[in-house]
């Protein structure tokens, strides 16, 4: 076994992952990085809580 120390290692800086390669971490980003996919929109929740007193 080989181990070889202080390789180079790219991370994908939106799921911190990391990868051997530039190139896989590029095609990384563009298809497979779960980070990517759009989420849905969360529609913002106004809680209407207690009265509020205007003075
Ligand atoms: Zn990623």
Same mark, same amino acid.
């Given at each position: #076994? =080989? =181990? +070889? @120390?202080?390789?180079? *290692?790219?991370?994908?800086? /939106?799921?911190? &992952?990391?990868? #051997? $390669? @530039?190139? $896989?971490? @590029?095609?990384?980003? @563009? &298809?497979?990085?779960?980070?990517? +996919?759009?989420?849905?929109? /969360?529609? +913002?929740?106004?809680? %209407? %809580?207690? %009265?509020? /007193?205007? *003075?």
């Amino acid at each position: #076994m =080989i =181990i +070889i @120390k202080n390789q180079t *290692l790219y991370q994908c800086e /939106d799921c911190k &992952k990391r990868f #051997m $390669s @530039k190139a $896989s971490v @590029k095609r990384h980003q @563009k &298809k497979y990085c779960t980070a990517n +996919i759009e989420p849905d929109p /969360d529609p +913002i929740v106004v809680d %209407g %809580g207690p %009265g509020v /007193d205007y *003075l």
